[in-house]
């Protein structure tokens, strides 16, 4: 559990108010929940603004904005089942021909049921998720397409990962230390989890600091539920996320709806809502998972041929790298060594140092990359820019940017180009 220190803060000139939380209590709560203490700083410690929910449909008692952060803090409910639709639009560049988000065809094969491409295919488009917990041991998650599926299964300790497409399936053991937690998705493996309005919700209060408004704007009827929307709003001038609205259940304060909305405007950048949900116990046999016949099955920790592979945290009930995929739609991220954080709120910025040699036609590299084709391929992604860190390109989508320097430096952030620009000029 991530311990939030209460910080002093203020009303501003809207009347919106701030949530608390510090940078190592942030990242804390990204990675594993919301903690109910958060309920206590925001109601004990300030007021998160006199904005009530005003009338609408449906007609809802009024509410501030503490209370309810309060009972989304507070829900403990442990047994649902529902589908999830998600549309996510990046503004992520068209590969060229022969390129694709997954790799090639021979390259899909040989993964399996691994997750990592199967959730990065929710980095684009539209897809529906059907979802099912019984408290922090038992949950399933699928990916639901035309002609196949994909599902996680958790039932106590045995994890599976399961493609209908290619009928191959993953199994391993999940340690219960590892992956308790509060709430229906508290126990599931890796970070699958991800993917549900829940999640995404927490994440984003997770975030939130004095760099963040937060109001209740009306209410709103999502999957036969009444709803309160909470609306949250960044004040910082540089980064390109305008707004999260996140549609609350008025009963019992799950999150049922999750929008990110970028200052471009346009359609959502996520959108994740509940179109059905049942907080009833799901049958048993939901969660019951057995390899159909002809099924070729991976154990965690063995590579395809039965060799000993994967790492320790594989062995010990996480799925393959890539299930953690889902992070990046929200804003997570997962520490790596030699960088460091730059600003502070919706406006930080990452900061990754390699060398010439990381960059394509350039140092080292060179003598590999002869016909520059990974340089034209950069070059028809990228924007070139110069400052007085050097030159480099900007990498862009709808939310995150990233600069990447000629010298190999990288820094990556939910802010505008020039605030990339900025840090660079000022960590030269």
Do not use: C
Not at 153 to 181: F, I, L
Not at 357 to 362: F, L, Q, R
């Amino acid at each position: 559990m991530a311990r939030i220190q209460p910080t002093p803060g203020a009303e501003g000139a809207d009347g919106a108010g701030t949530l608390p939380g510090g940078a190592t209590g942030r990242r804390k709560a990204v990675r594993y929940a919301v903690p109910v203490v958060v309920a206590g700083v925001a109601a004990s410690a300030i007021g998160i603004g006199s904005a009530l929910a005003s009338s609408g449909a449906p007609d809802l008692p009024k509410i501030s904005a503490q209370d309810l952060i309060a009972k989304m803090a507070a829900s403990d409910t442990q047994q649902m089942s529902g589908t999830v639709k998600i549309s996510t639009d990046l503004g992520l560049p068209a590969l060229p021909s022969g390129l694709s988000m997954g790799g090639d065809t021979k390259g899909k094969a040989k993964e399996g049921a691994s997750p990592q491409a199967k959730l990065t295919e929710l980095a684009s488009g539209t897809h529906t998720l059907r979802v099912a917990a019984d408290g922090p041991d038992r949950q399933r998650l699928s990916i639901v397409e035309q002609s196949a599926e994909y599902s996680v299964v958790r039932n106590g300790d045995q994890v599976w990962a399961y493609d209908s497409a290619s009928n191959t399936a993953y199994h391993s053991k999940a340690q219960q230390e590892q992956h308790g937690g509060k709430g229906p998705h508290g126990g599931m493996p890796g970070d699958v989890k991800d993917a549900s309005p829940q999640e995404m919700a927490k994440k984003a209060l997770a975030a939130a600091d004095d760099t963040t408004a937060v109001t209740v704007d009306g209410t709103a009827k999502v999957a036969g539920r009444d709803a309160y929307q909470l609306l949250i709003k960044p004040k910082q001038s540089e980064t390109t996320v305008d707004s999260i609205r996140i549609a609350v259940d008025a009963k019992n304060g799950v999150p049922l709806k999750f929008t990110l909305a970028p200052k471009g405007g346009g359609k959502a950048v996520v959108d994740a809502s509940f179109t059905k949900v049942d907080f009833g116990k799901p049958a048993a046999d939901t969660f019951s998972f057995t390899p159909p016949k002809g099924a070729k099955v991976t154990e965690a920790g063995k590579d395809a041929k039965g060799g000993k592979g994967g790492d320790k945290e594989e062995k010990g009930g996480r799925l393959p790298e890539g299930m953690n995929g889902l992070d990046g739609l929200t804003g997570g991220a997962g520490h790596q060594g030699g960088s460091k954080v730059i600003g502070k709120g919706w406006a930080s910025i990452a900061e990754f140092k390699g060398d010439k040699a990381t960059v394509p036609g350039k140092g080292k590299s060179q003598g590999a990359d002869k016909n520059g084709d990974a340089s034209k391929l950069l070059d028809s992604f990228g924007t070139k820019v110069t400052g007085d860190f050097g030159s480099g390109r900007v990498f862009s989508t709808r939310v995150v940017n990233a600069l990447m320097t000629d010298d190999g430096r990288v820094y990556v952030g939910a802010v505008s180009k020039d605030a990339l620009v900025k840090a660079a000029n000022a960590a030269k």
